[in-house]
């Protein structure tokens, strides 16, 4: 009979869960929990580069559940970029009124990394593919559709799911595939 021991099981890759709630808290709820992926993410092994990337796409699909599921749907163009923060701070505060949370589910391993971020709104997946575009504008990044470019570029996979509760984002990293060009 083999003796099963910590390091035996850590070789097997078993994947972690995740299963976070939270807030809409454009602030805290955000660093917090992009600070707890990026934690697990380098206890597993991933390099400083990769947990970067997934961390800061990660960061993006939070925020964008908040904003345009949770808040919204709401986009930039409809306030202006002078209203913008205002209306942000005002509907952040309606949302934890009426105490809409944002969901992370999925599992992480040191070769894949599967999250599934779920929000509480009305938006659809046709109003994330019909505000699909580069972000890029006049040589810089534009917060505008930034999640978009990030998950393209950064993830294998992104995927809408419409839900009774809202809408769910899924964001899938695996080491062993190539990512888009």
Same mark, same amino acid.
């Given at each position: 009979?083999?003796?099963?021991?910590?390091?035996?099981?850590?070789?097997?890759?078993?994947?972690?869960?995740?299963? %976070?709630? +939270?807030?809409?808290? /454009?602030?805290?709820?955000?660093?917090?929990?992009?600070?707890?992926?990026?934690?697990?993410?380098?206890?597993?092994? %991933?390099?400083?580069?990769?947990?970067?990337? /997934?961390?800061?796409?990660?960061?993006? %699909?939070?925020?964008?559940? +908040?904003?345009?599921?949770? +808040?919204?749907?709401?986009?930039?163009?409809?306030?202006?970029?002078?209203?913008?923060?205002?209306?942000?701070?005002?509907?952040?505060?309606?949302?934890?009124?009426?105490?809409?949370?944002?969901?992370?589910?999925?599992?992480?391993?040191?070769?894949?990394?599967?999250? /599934?971020?779920?929000?509480?709104?009305?938006?659809?997946?046709?109003?994330?593919?019909?505000?699909?575009?580069?972000?890029?504008?006049?040589?810089?990044?534009?917060?505008?559709?930034?999640? %978009?470019?990030?998950?393209?570029?950064?993830?294998?996979?992104?995927?809408?799911?419409?839900?009774?509760?809202?809408?769910?984002?899924?964001?899938?990293?695996?080491?062993?595939?190539?990512?888009?060009?």
């Amino acid at each position: 009979m083999t003796e099963v021991t910590s390091a035996h099981i850590s070789e097997t890759r078993i994947p972690q869960t995740i299963q %976070w709630e +939270m807030a809409t808290d /454009i602030g805290k709820a955000v660093d917090t929990h992009e600070d707890r992926l990026k934690e697990r993410l380098k206890q597993l092994g %991933w390099d400083d580069d990769e947990t970067f990337k /997934i961390g800061l796409t990660f960061r993006e %699909w939070l925020v964008n559940a +908040m904003v345009h599921g949770n +808040m919204g749907p709401l986009q930039k163009e409809e306030v202006g970029e002078e209203a913008w923060d205002k209306v942000i701070e005002e509907r952040q505060k309606q949302a934890q009124a009426t105490g809409k949370k944002v969901r992370v589910t999925g599992s992480v391993s040191d070769e894949r990394v599967e999250l /599934i971020i779920q929000d509480q709104g009305k938006e659809t997946r046709e109003f994330w593919l019909g505000h699909r575009r580069s972000p890029v504008k006049e040589g810089l990044m534009d917060t505008s559709n930034r999640g %978009w470019y990030l998950a393209e570029h950064l993830m294998n996979s992104i995927s809408f799911k419409k839900t009774p509760e809202g809408l769910e984002v899924t964001l899938i990293r695996d080491k062993n595939l190539p990512l888009p060009k």
